[in-house]
């Protein structure tokens, strides 16, 4: 059974930083894309970043490019957002998810599994 686990949410002041975990299991997690996405109550879930499964390609929405960094540690099954120089229309519900094949790594319905998400709140 493929687990998606996300944590590191909160709540934080604009300009502040927050780091995103996203721990899978069940799943050969080194032959993954894995991606973040985010999603605000009545509006489409929107793409974030991708690592690939090598860890050495990386795409960005770019809205976040130069703020948020994406990385992956395949010996701990873990991706990682470090999200800095937050903004208020950063707040959202972030989710993990994994992909086997990257090549419309910004459509949601390419992913085969999803985390639950973590709250993430920037207050002006």
């Known amino acids: 059974q493929v687990q998606l686990v996300e944590s590191g949410g909160g709540t934080v002041q604009a300009g502040g930083s927050l780091r995103l975990s996203c721990a899978a299991s069940?799943?050969?997690?080194?032959?993954?894309?894995m991606g973040w996405f985010r999603q605000v109550p009545g509006k489409e879930r929107e793409f974030v970043a991708l690592i690939r499964w090598g860890g050495g390609d990386t795409a960005y929405a770019h809205s976040v490019k130069g703020r948020f960094t994406i990385s992956r540690d395949n010996a701990k099954n873990t991706v990682y957002l470090q999200m800095n120089t937050l903004k208020p229309e950063d707040t959202a519900i972030y989710y993990c998810a994994a992909i086997s094949d990257g090549t419309f790594y910004y459509r949601p319905n390419e992913y085969a599994y999803w985390g639950k998400g973590t709250l993430v709140t920037v207050s002006s």
């Open positions: 069940g799943l050969t997690f080194s032959t993954y894309g």
